[in-house]
């Protein structure tokens, strides 16, 4: 038992230092523009960071800090400025060519608590300062104890035949671990597109764990890795028609390259590659609509672990997501199908609630059902219930 926690330890510690990493952007912060100014200087202090120091610079006059000085009256030299303090919130940043912004004026930071999901989780608003030793979250990084109806001791594909037998247990630890960074933001000729506000190349990493603690029996093997890098391009698309946001606009759309394995020796090993186009849909404030097809690229029959995996799997998933105002809980529903006649699908459902009032500390429950819970059980159906926490969305 010793060797597997020195196996996953690593890992494990990953998750707790990329996903709770404090993010001081969840709240909006009320600041002077001298305090704002300086909050810039202070964080990029060093001539190293240059480029973040002025991207900070820039995100005081748009889009971060908005001043709210059309509020403020004109100024004559027998009606003095209000005081800063009591004036109201507005969104319009114009100005009267006679007003006269005193030098206390507030500005007011707005913070990823205004975006939305899609706008949060793909930096869809501005072009932002972050490069490629930058991590963030990408999917739900977690760890579950988890149950499953349908054990699969000897998994097997038309290409690779098996009678061995695993003697697993029913029981697993589940953890997963979803990062992503960005290599490239302002895309050249892309940025120039027509309805495209944001344009950027990100690299992203999942895996996927699945850990047979409670099977002292058979030395608690760790019973399937699942690794899936990605390189996505992602745009961020003006959804607007005459100020309003439209629905059937996407707010979103990532093109992307994915390669996803469970590193087995024949008979276990399964690959697979695949090209995909994906569209992100802001149908409220707070319910987002992701609609994801796919291409398989083909391989070499000899070179084929699943050959039949598009007739489990499908030829792309649906994700569908839903937030309380306050963000304290989510709920994604996860579909796929293989839209044929012989019917085969698969369908996840993840609950996340905030504990103990932390941002970053969340209770998790999963239940899912269908074929494709885990690469290697790509053609068997299961029922897969989990709790546990996550860290970050």
């Not at 005193?102 to 490069?131: C, F, H, M, Q």
């Not at 109806?149 to 061995?164: A, F, K, L």
């Not at 050959?307 to 996860?334: F, H, Q």
Request: glycine share 4%; with cysteine.
């Amino acid at each position: 038992m010793t060797q597997y926690f020195r196996i996953l330890w690593p890992q494990i510690l990953l998750i707790l230092l990329f996903t709770m990493t404090p993010m001081h952007l969840l709240s909006a912060e009320i600041l002077t523009l001298e305090e704002a100014l300086n909050r810039c200087k202070d964080t990029y202090p060093t001539q190293l960071q240059a480029k973040k120091r002025l991207a900070c610079f820039d995100s005081i006059s748009t889009p971060a800090i908005e001043m709210k000085a059309d509020a403020i009256p004109a100024a004559t030299d027998n009606t003095p400025a209000k005081d800063a303090g009591a004036i109201a919130p507005t969104t319009s940043t114009s100005v009267p060519a006679d007003a006269r912004i005193p030098d206390a004026t507030i500005a007011i930071i707005k913070s990823n608590v205004d975006l939305s999901y899609l706008e949060r989780k793909w930096r869809l608003t501005s072009e932002g300062d972050w490069d490629i030793s930058d991590f963030e979250t990408y999917k739900a990084n977690y760890l579950l104890v988890t149950k499953n109806n349908n054990v699969n001791n000897t998994p097997t594909s038309p290409s690779r035949p098996n009678t061995g037998d695993r003697n697993l247990d029913s029981e697993d630890v589940k953890f997963q671990l979803s990062l992503k960074s960005e290599i490239l933001n302002n895309i050249p000729l892309i940025r120039d597109l027509p309805y495209v506000t944001s344009s950027r190349l990100w690299g992203a990493y999942t895996q996927q764990s699945y850990w047979q603690i409670f099977n002292a029996e058979a030395s608690r093997p760790l019973r399937e890795n699942n690794y899936e890098p990605e390189l996505i391009l992602s745009l961020g698309i003006d959804n607007e028609v005459d100020g309003v946001k439209k629905e059937y606009i996407p707010r979103m759309l990532n093109l992307g390259v994915v390669h996803q394995s469970n590193g087995r020796d024949n008979p276990l090993s399964r690959s697979w590659n695949r090209v995909y186009l994906e569209g992100g849909f802001e149908l409220t404030d707070r319910l987002s609509l992701l609609v994801r097809p796919w291409w398989r690229i083909p391989e070499d029959r000899e070179d084929d672990d699943n050959p039949d995996i598009e007739k489990y799997m499908g030829y792309g998933d649906m994700t569908v997501r839903w937030e309380t105002e306050n963000r304290d809980t989510a709920v994604s529903l996860l579909l796929r199908n293989n839209l044929r006649s012989d019917n085969k699908g698969f369908a996840q459902i993840d609950l996340q609630q905030r504990v103990f009032n932390n941002p970053y500390l969340k209770l998790h429950l999963l239940a899912s059902t269908g074929y494709g819970d885990t690469l290697l059980d790509y053609n068997r159906s299961q029922n897969v219930l989990g709790i546990g926490i996550s860290l970050g969305e």
